[in-house]
C-alpha cells in the first residue's frame, strides 16, 4: 500500500510570513496526526482527526496554527504567522479505525520548516 | 500528564557489544512502541508491545514490556554500525483514562556503533 505522502519536503520562511503543509494518509486510514518534531526531541502531537472532526486539539497554539481535514481525507496545517521557534519537521501519522493498537501507526517523511 | 523518559540519551557504543535503552512511563499503560530514526528520515516502526511481559525480537534487537513497572526496554544483541541510529518509544496512555489512540513520545536516544 501507497504511504503517507507530504509535501513539500522542505521550506524556508521569514518570521511573520505563513506557510501550509498537506498530508495525505493511507487510503482507507480514518484517524490523521500531525506531530511537530523540534531537532533533538520527540514528536509532539499538535492535533489528532477522526474522519473529519478534531478529536484532541490540546497542544495546537491555536494563536497562529490551524488544521483542518475537510472530508476526512487529506489535511493542511497552517501557521500565520510564523515565529522563530516553529523550525521543526511537522510529521504527519496515519492509522486504521480497527487495530490501530495492533498495527500501529505509519508516519509520513514530513515537512522540514526553518524560519529565518 | 503523561511523561515518557528514555535513558540514556545518547549511548556510544562498541561492535559487537551488548546494550540497553530503557524507557519509563508515568502513567498506566499496555501499549508501548518503539521506532527508529535516521538523520533527515521519518519513523520507522520497529516493534509493537500491547500487554505485560510481552517480547518481540527482530534480528539484533529485542523489546520488552513490564507493564506494573511501567518500564520497556530495548535491548540490542553484538551491536553492528547500521544499527546506529535515534531510538524513540512512545506510549498510547489508553488505560488511564487519557484519549487513546494517541502517542506521546520520549525524547529518543542517539545510538553510535563504533568500530
Known amino acids: 500500500e501507497a504511504g503517507v505522502a507530504q509535501s513539500p519536503r522542505y521550506k524556508i520562511i521569514e518570521k511573520r510570513q505563513s506557510v501550509a503543509f498537506w498530508c495525505n494518509p493511507i487510503?482507507?486510514?480514518?484517524?490523521l496526526y500531525w506531530y511537530q518534531q523540534i531537532l533533538g526531541q520527540g514528536p509532539k502531537l499538535l492535533i489528532q482527526?477522526?474522519?473529519?472532526?478534531?478529536?484532541?486539539d490540546s497542544q495546537l497554539p491555536k494563536d497562529r496554527f490551524s488544521a483542518e481535514r475537510l472530508k476526512g481525507v487529506d489535511s493542511t496545517l497552517k501557521i500565520q504567522p510564523a515565529k522563530l521557534e516553529d523550525s521543526a519537521v511537522y510529521l504527519c501519522a496515519s492509522s486504521a479505525k480497527s487495530g490501530t493498537a495492533r498495527r500501529g501507526y505509519t508516519f509520513g517523511s514530513g515537512t522540514r520548516l526553518t524560519v529565518v | 500528564e503523561l511523561k515518557v523518559e528514555q535513558n540514556p540519551l545518547f549511548l556510544s557504543m562498541q561492535e559487537e557489544k551488548n546494550y540497553t535503552i530503557y524507557c519509563n512511563y508515568s502513567?498506566?499503560?499496555?501499549?508501548l512502541y518503539w521506532y527508529r530514526q535516521d538523520p533527515g528520515k521519518s519513523l520507522e516502526s520497529l516493534f509493537v508491545?500491547?500487554?505485560?511481559?510481552a517480547v518481540k525480537q527482530e534480528g539484533r534487537l529485542m523489546a520488552s514490556l513490564d507493564t506494573k513497572a511501567r518500564l520497556s526496554t530495548l535491548h540490542i544483541t553484538a551491536a553492528v554500525h547500521d544499527l546506529s541510529a535515534t531510538y524513540f518509544c512512545?506510549?498510547?496512555?489508553?488505560?488511564?483514562?487519557?484519549?487513546?489512540?494517541?502517542?506521546?513520545f520520549g525524547k529518543g536516544t542517539l545510538l553510535t556503533v563504533n568500530p
Open positions: 502513567t498506566t499503560s499496555d501499549r
Open positions: 508491545l500491547l500487554s505485560n511481559g
Open positions: 482527526f477522526q474522519n473529519n472532526g478534531v478529536v484532541d
Open positions: 512512545a506510549v498510547d496512555p489508553f488505560n488511564s483514562g487519557g484519549s487513546n489512540y494517541k502517542l506521546t
Open positions: 487510503s482507507g486510514h480514518a484517524t
